[in-house]
T-cell receptor, first 110, second 114 residues
């Protein structure tokens, strides 16, 4: 059983499209993270959420704690957004475990 | 330093040999994490340090794996008697004070066990 589920696994979009990636989790959490991993392998933290909504440029992340669900939105997608997007959760902030989703591979076509 | 650094960036070793991987966190960050990403697989949590202590080592895959952190800064991940299934990218991250904070990732060490 995977504590964190992401969908879709793969996503191809045309440049300019609005993109949504979903994350559902089954444990109580203190925070949820959205990470971006480019083909070269480097990982960048995009957002850390414990409630509500955060926006950074064309990226928006939302979380619904009651429904145990988060979404990552990309507006006006661009080929440079092509990457793997990973959802991860801190279960109750213990630091003893850190659960990852399997990632969503996004390809944005010019 | 400017970011999290890891060394070596690549390591090729023979089955049965020991390897030591190093992580230098961002200066002043008290929390440090080790993760593993096997080829084509997702990220796997290994261990977390708050200061020099690791409250729970149950994420380490086997007793061949050990990790330590001294002086609240540099951490080393040691794999003894390496096996081919240990081949993966080993990633380190740090955050300012602990969990529920933004983590900053290093570039990783690519380990290949022949």
């Amino acid at each position: 059983k995977n504590e964190v589920e992401q969908s879709p696994q793969n996503l191809t979009a045309q440049e300019g499209e609005f993109i949504t990636i979903n994350c559902s989790y089954s444990v109580g959490i203190s925070a949820l993270h959205w990470l971006q991993q480019h083909p070269g392998g480097g990982i960048v933290s995009l957002f850390m959420l414990s409630s509500g909504k955060k926006k950074h440029g064309r990226l928006i992340a939302t979380i619904n704690i009651q429904e145990k669900h988060s979404s990552l939105h990309i507006t006006a997608s661009h080929p440079r957004d092509s990457a793997v997007y990973i959802c991860a959760v801190d279960p109750w902030g213990t630091g003893n475990q850190f659960y990852f989703g399997t990632g969503t591979s996004l390809t944005v076509i010019p | 330093g400017a970011g999290v650094s890891q060394s070596p960036s690549n390591k090729v070793t023979e089955k049965g040999k020991d390897v030591e991987l190093r992580c230098d966190p961002i200066s002043g960050h008290t929390a440090l994490y080790w993760y593993r990403q096997s080829l084509g697989q997702g990220l796997e949590f290994l261990i977390y340090f708050q200061g020099n202590s690791a409250p729970d080592k149950s994420g380490l895959p086997s007793d061949r794996f050990s990790a330590e952190r001294t002086g609240g800064s540099v951490s080393t991940l040691t794999i003894q008697r390496t096996q081919q299934e240990d081949s993966a990218v080993y990633l380190c991250a740090s955050s300012l004070a602990g969990v529920a904070e933004t983590q900053y990732f290093g570039p990783g060490t690519r380990l290949l066990v022949l």
